[in-house]
């Protein structure tokens, strides 16, 4: 099992900035792939960005440019820098962790990101 922790979200103003964390633990392999999904009201849930263990990004074209995805695998986390925040991207998101052998799939419990006009 693995367990993730989401911290980061809140309320902020268009065109600002937030920085979402998720800390992994429990039985973490060293081959997995992180990343951050969210889900809008009376939407699906959709990939925001992921990154694998080798450090390869992938980004939503709708948040290219404008967020950033790192991790630190000695600590196992990742987090999302978001900028230059939309209405649009008001969203609960969640961060997902896969284990791409065993297609094992935990997810957090999601944090709310609100921008406001």
């Known amino acids: 099992q693995v367990q993730l922790v989401e911290s980061g979200g809140g309320l902020v103003q268009v065109g600002e900035s937030l920085r979402l964390s998720c800390a992994a633990s429990?039985?973490?392999?060293?081959?997995?792939?992180m990343g951050w999904y969210r889900q809008a009201p009376g939407k699906q849930r959709e990939l925001v960005a992921i990154i694998t263990s080798g450090g390869a990004t992938n980004y939503a074209n709708s948040v290219k440019g404008r967020f950033t995805i790192s991790r630190d695998n000695a600590k196992n986390t990742v987090d999302l820098q978001m900028n230059s925040l939309k209405p649009e991207d008001t969203a609960v998101y969640y961060c997902r962790h896969e284990r791409p052998l065993s297609g094992r799939i935990y997810w957090g419990q999601g944090t709310q990101v609100t921008v406001s006009s």
């Open positions: 429990g039985s973490i392999v060293s081959i997995n792939v």
